[in-house]
């Protein structure tokens, strides 16, 4: 497995492959040696929790050796069935082109192609293709394809509850089986008349051969899945928790049976059965897994609420009317009709109807949006009253439902820093707990009283049963899991899986001010003009030059122009200087828009502005000054309101420890004037882009992991040098890209929710480590006998099996308790008020 100096090609080939088999922390460890000794596989992750392996290959072709290894290892990657409907077929060389072109894709297993019913029934590997793909190799091929019914293509959910319904089945037939066994033997043991009753009716040695007939049933039944598994893996030299079962309950089942049938061969003072302990010992570990399956399938709850979000069929226009189509069909740039009430199939743009949309199980914004033509929408959001006709943008994978999902898969597959400790232990644990129960037997043998046969081998079941690795594998990635998956329903994406640890440690929050700390959405609120010049003329070069600019100070002065109503003039040549302004030629003069560092270099006087710029400055407006021809010709302020979760969330970080910081291009004083007014002490103020990474250096003091959060592509260099870079939802796509954390949410609320998130799952999961470590350590000697010579206790392989199921329900059932994480700070409404063209022309 290649670390991080092993950097991926543009052109690697990504993976996730569902697994068969994999029980306990040590099928994590023998999954993982066996995947890394392949051939170019890196970034690898293997989650016990979802029974996954994440993985990029550098060839597709790796595959078949990946999935060799897996079955060599004994831990199959899952495979599905898709049936197709295909058209175009003629005649004998179609199947053959048609079979031909699906067993090319790498993951396909198995191709049958029925020209008779015009169908092909593919078996696949889950994770390695997908059924869309599948149908369009054949499409490509010429043989129009379409998917006639998944066949088991199911989410985990879907298939955690397939699974837990066998498990039950399972468990009652077993509970059925083994209640006679537990009935005859420990009723006799208990009770001295059932005793007496079993002895004078069919006879103690009658009730033996049953006990046997019953527990040999339940093995064989019920029971068969931990020797078929197991007892492989133990001739491997690989044992997993199936060995330790297998181990202990055969070795009861089988010293039983001889005392049964062979009683010559056993001293008189041993010649005892342990049919129960087996039988009950499997019934308990059943109910754990049962159990447990039920729990791992709402792990993967979130996950399950974000598909649920995707529109199955789309209203596609075509001339005068329209027809439902798979959603998977549609293409950029076709019509969608979208009928009052409906979720909007796909991200989409506006270009018949007006309304509001809630957009809040994207967002998490309560309040729906106003909507108009030209205006985009999201998939998977809910159109009001109106009917609208939309034109979609981006379909399929690239839609922003679709990255979310992504998103939140890779976080739930993350392998923390934390793991590498549970990682070290598990690769030794159960040839460990093998080896303890060797030498409790014989300790037992060599000092342990009569009858130390007895003894030996109630021990030595108890400690393989006992122990639980299990508890230690899924103790961090359920917790995980969980815990994204909750973030996700608060609007926090953990875009890289280690940022949930990282965040948990900050001591500091950086914030940039604009559209961060601001709305983002700044109004022209003073315009000061030189004499000599024209205040519309001047208005009107102003907003025709930032017309073409995407900075939001830019947006407010273009906007002021058009509210004004004055003709803008034709600009050229012009040019953005980040940090500084912008240049242009309106008509044939050259004009200068940008903060006094552009003036200063540009060597022009500020005149009676320059004494101007303070006060306003202090009023938390932010200036800029418009030259003409060389000659400082206008002042202009703008104002930036500040969100209004932003003062709660500064309050609420500090709360939590945390120091916050403000860094900003701003002059000083005006930066000053906001962080007063959200309660922000520490300013760093007149920062170019570059210079954001230097001030966060400085920050840095005694070690302190730092936060930054920001929205632009200023930001960028900030968020990916931070120890965790945290993206407003509603910035640019560079700045969430760079990020290793995204809020949907454009509030700063959603800063302290995500440290809370963090924070929670964290102590989950050493809550959760705590309890499967210190169980082990405490448990396994007790089963080996650690309390007989002090108090004459020997613990039953009935209450060690009893014990071990319950480790793993707990710490399941304890991460679990992370989807009730409430909002540590609720996200307000997030809506600025409307301010008119023509308000924002009087405050000019």
Request: net charge negative; aromatic share 4%.
């Amino acid at each position: 497995m290649s670390g991080p100096e092993n950097a991926l090609q543009e052109d690697a080939y990504p993976l996730r492959l569902s697994l068969e088999g994999m029980s306990c922390a040590s099928c994590v460890g023998r999954v993982e040696r066996a995947l890394a000794a392949q051939d170019g596989v890196h970034d690898l992750s293997v989650n016990l929790a979802s029974e996954s392996a994440s993985m990029a290959l550098d060839r597709p072709d790796r595959l078949t050796a990946v999935l060799d290894s897996l079955d060599a290892a004994g831990y199959p990657a899952r495979t599905a069935r898709l049936r197709l409907e295909i058209g175009s077929m003629s005649c004998a060389s179609c199947v053959g082109r048609v079979d031909k072109a699906l067993a090319a894709l790498p993951g396909v297993t198995g191709v049958t192609v029925n020209l008779a019913s015009e169908s092909a029934v593919v078996d696949y590997v889950e994770g390695a293709v997908t059924p869309a793909e599948i149908a369009n190799a054949a499409t490509a091929a010429g043989y129009p394809a379409t998917i006639a019914q998944s066949g088991g293509a199911e989410g985990q959910g879907a298939r955690k509850a397939a699974e837990a319904d066998d498990l039950k089945r399972r468990t009652l037939i077993a509970a059925a089986l083994a209640l006679p066994v537990f009935l005859l033997e420990m009723g006799a043991h208990l009770v001295p008349a059932v005793h007496m009753a079993i002895e004078r009716s069919i006879g103690m040695q009658t009730s033996w051969i049953l006990q046997f007939l019953l527990t040999s049933l339940l093995l064989a039944g019920p029971g068969r899945s931990f020797f078929a598994r197991g007892l492989p893996a133990l001739l491997k030299g690989a044992p997993d928790m199936n060995s330790l079962v297998a181990l202990g309950t055969g070795a009861a089942w089988t010293y039983s049976t001889i005392a049964t049938f062979l009683p010559g061969l056993l001293p008189a003072g041993v010649r005892a059965v342990y049919f129960e302990a087996a039988a009950v010992i499997v019934v308990l570990i059943l109910i754990g897994r049962w159990l447990e399956a039920r729990a791992k399938g709402r792990t993967g709850a979130a996950i399950e609420a974000l598909m649920g979000l995707q529109v199955p069929t789309a209203r596609l226009v075509e001339g005068e009317g329209a027809r439902d189509v798979p959603v998977e069909t549609l293409a950029v740039g076709d019509l969608i009709l979208v009928r009052p009430g409906e979720r909007i199939p796909t991200d989409a743009e506006i270009v018949e109807g007006s309304g509001r949309v809630d957009e809040s199980m994207i967002t998490g914004e309560p309040v729906p949006e106003s909507k108009a033509a030209g205006d985009p929408v999201t998939g998977g959001t809910v159109n009001g009253t109106s009917s609208l006709t939309v034109r979609a943008t981006r379909v399929g994978a690239d839609t922003v439902l679709a990255q979310i999902v992504r998103m939140v898969e890779t976080a739930q597959g993350a392998r923390l820093p934390i793991q590498g400790l549970v990682d070290k232990v598990t690769l030794w644990f159960v040839p460990a707990v093998i080896g303890a129960a060797v030498l409790t037997v014989l300790v037992w043998l060599i000092f342990g009283p009569s009858p130390a046969l007895t003894m030996a081998l109630v021990a030595g079941v108890s400690v393989l049963i006992i122990a639980c690795p299990c508890a230690m594998g899924l103790a961090t990635p359920t917790s995980i899991m969980v815990g994204t998956g909750r973030a996700a329903e608060l609007g926090v994406l953990f875009g890289k899986g280690d940022a949930l640890q990282a965040l948990s440690g900050v001591g500091i929050a950086a914030f940039d001010k604009t559209g961060t700390i601001t709305e983002g959405r700044p109004v022209l609120t003073d315009m000061m003009v030189a004499d000599g010049f024209d205040r519309d003329t001047l208005l009107a070069m102003a907003g025709a030059v930032e017309a073409r600019s995407e900075h939001p100070l830019a947006h407010a002065i273009a906007e002021a122009a058009e509210g004004a109503g004055v003709a803008l003039p034709p600009v050229t040549d012009f040019r953005s200087d980040t940090g500084f302004g912008v240049a242009a030629t309106v008509g044939d003069q050259p004009v200068l828009i940008g903060a006094r560092r552009l003036m200063e270099r540009e060597k022009i006087d500020l005149g009676p502005f320059a004494d101007e710029e303070a006060s306003l400055a202090a009023r938390g407006r932010s200036v800029l000054f418009l030259a003409v021809d060389g000659r400082a010709a206008a002042l202009l302020a703008v104002s930036d309101p500040v969100k209004p979760g932003a003062r709660g969330a500064v309050a609420a970080l500090k709360a939590r420890g945390i120091d916050v910081a403000l860094i900003t291009g701003d002059r000083k004083a005006t930066a000053d004037a906001i962080a007063a007014e959200v309660g922000i002490d520490h300013v760093v103020a007149d920062v170019l882009p570059d210079g954001k990474v230097t001030a966060l250096d400085d920050l840095r003091t005694g070690g302190r992991s730092l936060a930054f959060v920001g929205d632009g592509i200023n930001d960028a260099p900030a968020l990916a040098h931070a120890d965790v870079g945290i993206a407003i939802g509603t910035g640019t796509d560079i700045a969430i890209e760079a990020a290793d954390v995204v809020l949907m949410s454009g509030d700063p609320a959603g800063v302290v929710n995500a440290v809370e998130v963090s924070r929670r799952t964290m102590s989950n999961i050493r809550q959760n480590l705590l309890w499967a470590f210190g169980y082990n350590v405490a448990l396994i000697p007790v089963a080996a006998g650690l309390l007989y010579p002090a108090f004459g206790i020997l613990l039953s392989p009935v209450f060690a099996a009893g014990a071990m199921a319950l480790s793993s329900v707990s710490v399941l059932t304890n991460a679990l308790r992370l989807r009730r994480i409430r909002p540590a700070l609720d996200v307000p409404d997030g809506t600025a008020p409307a301010t008119s063209h023509a308000l924002r022309a009087q405050e000019v």
